[in-house]
T-cell receptor, first 114, second 110 residues
Framework: DAGVIQSPRHEVTEMGQEVTLRCKPI?????LFWYRQTMMRGLELLIY????????DSGMPEDRFSAKMPNASFSTLKIQPSEPRDSAVYFC????????????FGSGTRLTVV | GEDVEQSLFLSVREGDSSVINCTYT??????LYWYKQEPGAGLQLLTY?????DMKQDQRLTVLLNKKDKHLSLRIADTQTGDSAIYFC??????????FGKGTMLLVSP
């Protein structure tokens, strides 16, 4: 298995632009999580899905952030409009129901908003 | 919600043992994980322990759990320079999610 695949690995964008981050979970995993990592706040859970349905989006910082999972093999996290304080590493992770809760993480997308 | 605390930094010499500590607040956590993050990479699952266990050994790694004090530790025996990384403690919160500490940066010097 190729693991959790995220794209792009790096994104540099100007303030006000729309940014879309992509994730392909491991086949057969029915949970998908989006995390944001910064030096100040560590790893924050933004949203998670079960069977493509958003379960908890209480970690999404503002209405500028939205996430979708149109099918079991693809999810997007969109920021519109982006701001410099959104600069962070965004991780996607997946896991399988019945497993011991452990997640498999992607390599992350490093977002820089200038 | 769950709070997870870790010391931020640990420095050891190659060949020594490293002990990384973690405290958490949710006594209902049933699975407690340790993840490792190398520079520029995602988090890699290292090991985990069930809450009905006190200790788990996995090659050079030993996990100790004191459920009464809500204290978890990770011991790395014969620490190598390749062990330099950030280590995250992550107990489960509720059924589906993990809460991560801020991570302990382990620096191993030759």
């Amino acid at each position: 298995d190729a693991g959790v695949i995220q794209s792009p690995r790096h994104e540099v964008t100007e303030m006000g632009q729309e940014v879309t981050l992509r994730c392909k979970p491991i086949s057969g995993h029915d949970y998908l999580f989006w995390y944001r990592q910064t030096m100040m706040r560590g790893l924050e859970l933004l949203i998670y899905f079960n069977n493509n349905v958003p379960i908890d989006d209480s970690g999404m910082p503002e209405d500028r952030f939205s996430a979708k999972m149109p099918n079991a093999s693809f999810s997007t996290l969109k920021i519109q409009p982006s701001e410099p304080r959104d600069s962070a590493v965004y991780f996607c992770a997946s896991r399988e129901t019945g497993a011991t809760y452990g997640y498999t993480f992607g390599s992350g997308t490093r977002l820089t908003v200038v | 919600g769950e709070d997870v605390e870790q010391s931020l930094f640990l420095s050891v010499r190659e060949g020594d043992s490293s002990v990384i500590n973690c405290t958490y607040t949710d006594s209902s956590s049933t699975y407690l994980y340790w993840y490792k993050q190398e520079p520029g990479a995602g988090l890699q699952l290292l090991t985990y322990i069930f809450s009905n266990m006190d200790m788990k050994q996995d090659q050079r790694l030993t996990v100790l759990l004191n459920k009464k004090d809500k204290h978890l530790s990770l011991r790395i025996a014969d620490t190598q320079t390749g062990d330099s990384a950030i280590y995250f403690c992550a107990p489960n919160s509720g059924y589906s999610t993990l809460t991560f500490g801020k991570g302990t940066m382990l620096l191993v010097s030759p």
